[in-house]
């Protein structure tokens, strides 16, 4: 008995010190003084995230091109010229919505990652959570001239850069021409390197057109136009129409004013275009990601892209993946004649470990990627914002002028507010009140202005930005 | 004098269930009484402030959470009715037929379980897509219109009962199948002699005997129905405008999008408490049965 009190005893000391050992163990991404390698430098690990952007290092059709081709070459560069440390980068690709799922788990658990590549509207929340270290003293005067002001601006919060910023991608509609043909709308067709734009009743009268004229041609079961509303996805191109009639959306003081007659009118109009059956069946319940599934199998005339969206696109149709069609470009038609244009920033942000060692090395990739003279031309996936990567491919690509034509356009969709990423969650479901008929226009603007100023709010008081003025 | 003696009695017993304590404490106990404590906190990245039982008032004051409230206790009472009234039927309809085709419906019925729920959801989305759906693409072609059950707010709650009942009601069947093997035989065959019909035997003999399979089935479905997610997420996310919103889903978007864990915390604690008191009775009833 005595020796099966004793066994008894050890087992469970045994136990206990497996848990403990277990708990106490280091995070595998962290730096310690007793890491050093034979060349005496000590090894730092970091982790890399990135939503997908684009595949390859410079371009989609090269062999094994994957959304991480990018990040992995840039790690392998810089692990072979960086004197400071042996740095080890693993990546990780983050689906979009997934985004800030991941992060929150991460950062309530005192893991995020060390960098995260993404569209700057997307991460301007974790900025205001003090979640994110100032890039400021990485940014030198040839930067700052060799990358518009505007780029700079949107990385700027509170005097200090917190995004590099590397590329951008501009937000257009993009259509069938084959459909257009089709539906007798040659007239409306723009050149193959130009962003179209029509005016709002030239736009109105080819969804009627499309929709009236595709079903005695090939495309029988195709709609006009694609509209969405089940989640956030895309909701960028939902604020635009939400602009069309004229109304700026934010305030001076950075709060929401759709509620006035351009808002509702705004509103009813795409209550209006979903009742015509000018759209997609069901927006309310079809994502962006649906949509643009549906264009690219022909089943959508107009839809919505980016650059890279667009890139990607042409490299499938070219490698016999998507079934080739015309495909082209157009701005979202507004009221006044004037197009509406916006884009995202994309550029790398740095996430406070608490590790110093981690965070420099960090802060030395960015800078090393975001101006290694040879990386930098990866931002033709997109847009670049360098007007050196402009030049040097604005004949290889003349979309780059189009958009840069565009640019004088752009309207900040965001509006810098704290709490954008909840902000977000409080569109759709008002569009899908919208849409189903459940709201009028005039309460559904309403109601999204109420409970967007109310995030907004709250968002304000706990933002490390506001609270620091 | 007696308690040391009694205790060293005991202390190789309580020695060997240290480690499974330990382990209950640490993941089950601890997260508990730290969700609790949460809900009582405005927390932040960096920093959280004690805010009493306000949480819970912004809860109450939340039409999106009285809602997600509501569709909850729909699903449960649905799901759970219809999953013990299915599985009673078609278990008492085969467990005395030939074992093969016994195995065939268990069989057939648990495919589903097997499946993650996320592919099922993936299934049901392709067909019932509204623009590129399966379902809605045939109702065009015959021209019964545009069809819709996702976005509209009448038939999404039972589109997503039906879709949660289907895969899961395998579970109960094979549970209700092997209960009612075990009831002794002789039972069966005094009713029989007797001449009841099968309708009365499955009503005075069956039912009462696997009650405490009924009990375990409907505690188990009304927890799983309360942690209802992955096909809201996937099929309709809450919409339209927050039709199919549940308690699960209301939790993870405070908590994982919108950053507000206090407030993720309060609906983590108001769930534990409703299926703790759901759950209390029913437990009473086994032990009582028992």
């Known amino acids: ?469 | 004098m007696k308690s040391p003696r009694i205790l060293k009695e005991h202390l190789t017993g309580y020695l060997f269930i240290t480690p499974q304590m330990i382990v209950f404490l640490l993941f089950l106990v601890y997260p508990i009484m730290e969700g609790f404590r949460m809900s009582l906190y405005q927390i932040q990245y960096s920093s959280e402030k004690f805010i009493g039982f306000d949480n819970y008032i912004s809860l109450l004051n939340d039409p999106v959470f009285l809602q997600a409230f509501f569709n909850t206790l729909v699903f449960v009472v649905c799901i759970v009715v219809l999953t013990v009234g299915f599985a009673l039927f078609v278990a008492s309809s085969v467990f005395d037929k030939n074992a093969k085709y016994v195995s065939f419906i268990r069989g057939s019925y648990y495919i589903p379980v097997m499946v993650s729920m996320v592919v099922m959801s993936m299934i049901w989305s392709f067909l019932l897509n509204p623009s590129s759906g399966l379902i809605s693409y045939l109702a065009r072609e015959q021209g019964i219109g545009n069809i819709n059950l996702l976005g509209n707010k009448i038939t999404v709650m039972p589109v997503i009962i039906f879709v949660t009942f289907a895969t899961n009601v395998g579970q109960a069947i094979i549970l209700y199948i092997a209960a009612m093997i075990g009831i002794p035989k002789d039972l069966m065959e005094a009713a029989e002699v007797d001449g009841v019909s099968r309708v009365q035997m499955i009503r005075h003999i069956l039912i009462p005997s696997v009650q405490s399979t009924t009990v375990y089935i409907t505690i188990i479905n009304i927890i799983a129905v309360l942690k209802i997610f992955v096909v809201i997420q996937l099929l309709t996310g809450g919409g339209p405008n927050n039709a199919s919103v549940t308690l699960m889903y209301y939790l993870y978007n405070n908590a994982f999008k919108f950053n507000q864990l206090g407030v993720a915390s309060a609906v983590g604690v108001i769930m534990f408490v409703i299926t703790l008191l759901l759950s209390i009775p029913q437990l009473r009833t086994v032990l009582r049965v028992k």
């Open chain 1, 1 to 469: 008995m005595r020796n099966n009190t004793f066994y008894s005893v050890l087992l469970t000391l045994l136990l206990l010190s497996i848990i403990g050992t277990g708990c106490s163990s280091s995070n595998s991404s962290s730096s310690d003084g007793g890491n050093e390698a034979a060349n005496g430098k000590e090894t730092v690990e970091l982790s890399v995230w990135l939503t997908p952007q684009w595949k390859g290092v410079l371009d989609a059709t090269e062999e094994g091109a994957d959304y991480d081709s990018f990040i992995l070459k840039a790690a392998e560069k810089f692990a072979a010229q960086y004197s400071k440390y042996n740095v080890k980068i693993n990546t990780q690709v983050i689906a979009g919505d997934q985004r800030d799922q991941m992060l929150n788990v991460n950062l309530s658990s005192g893991t995020p990652p060390d960098v995260f590549f993404e569209s700057v509207f997307a991460m301007g929340d974790y900025v205001h959570r003090g979640a994110l270290v100032p890039l400021t003293d990485l940014v030198d005067d040839q930067d700052r001239s060799d990358i518009a002001s505007g780029y700079w601006d949107a990385v700027t919060f509170n005097k200090d850069v917190y995004f590099y910023p590397f590329q951008n991608n501009p937000g257009t509609l993009v259509y069938n021409a084959n459909m257009f043909k089709a539906a007798g709308l040659d007239a409306y067709i723009g050149g193959e390197q130009e962003i179209k734009t029509w005016t709002l009743a030239d736009y109105e009268e080819i969804l009627s057109k499309l929709k009236n004229n595709l079903s005695g041609s090939g495309y029988a079961n195709a709609y006009p136009m694609a509209l969405y509303g089940m989640n956030n996805q895309g909701d960028t191109w939902n604020l635009a129409y939400l602009r069309m009639f004229g109304n700026p959306f934010f305030d001076e003081t950075g709060h929401i004013i759709l509620n006035d007659e351009k808002g509702v009118k705004a509103a009813s109009w795409l209550k209006k275009i979903v009742d015509a059956g000018y759209t997609n069946p069901g927006p309310e319940s079809v994502t962006s990601n649906d949509a643009n599934g549906m264009f690219l199998n022909q089943q959508l005339a107009i839809s919505f892209t980016n650059p890279v969206l667009y890139n990607n696109a042409r490299a499938d149709m070219d490698s016999g993946k998507q079934t080739k069609f015309d495909m082209r470009l157009a701005n979202i038609p507004s009221e006044s004649g004037d197009p509406l244009t916006f884009t995202y920033v994309v550029g790398a942000s740095v996430f406070q470990s608490n590790d110093p060692k981690r965070v420099e090395a960090a802060k030395d990739f960015v800078r090393f990627f975001s101006t290694d003279a040879e990386l930098v031309k990866s931002s033709k996936n997109g847009i670049p914002v360098r007007s050196s990567v402009i030049s040097e491919y604005e004949k290889q690509y003349p979309l780059f002028k189009a958009y840069n034509e565009n640019a004088k356009y752009v309207f900040n969709f965001t509006g810098n507010v704290p709490g954008y990423s909840q902000l977000r969650e409080q569109l759709y479901p008002e569009l899908q009140a919208l849409y189903t008929g459940v709201k009028t226009p005039e309460q559904a603007v309403k109601d999204y202005q109420d409970h967007g100023n109310q995030v907004i709010d709250t968002n304000r008081n706990s933002s490390v930005i506001f609270s620091n003025k």
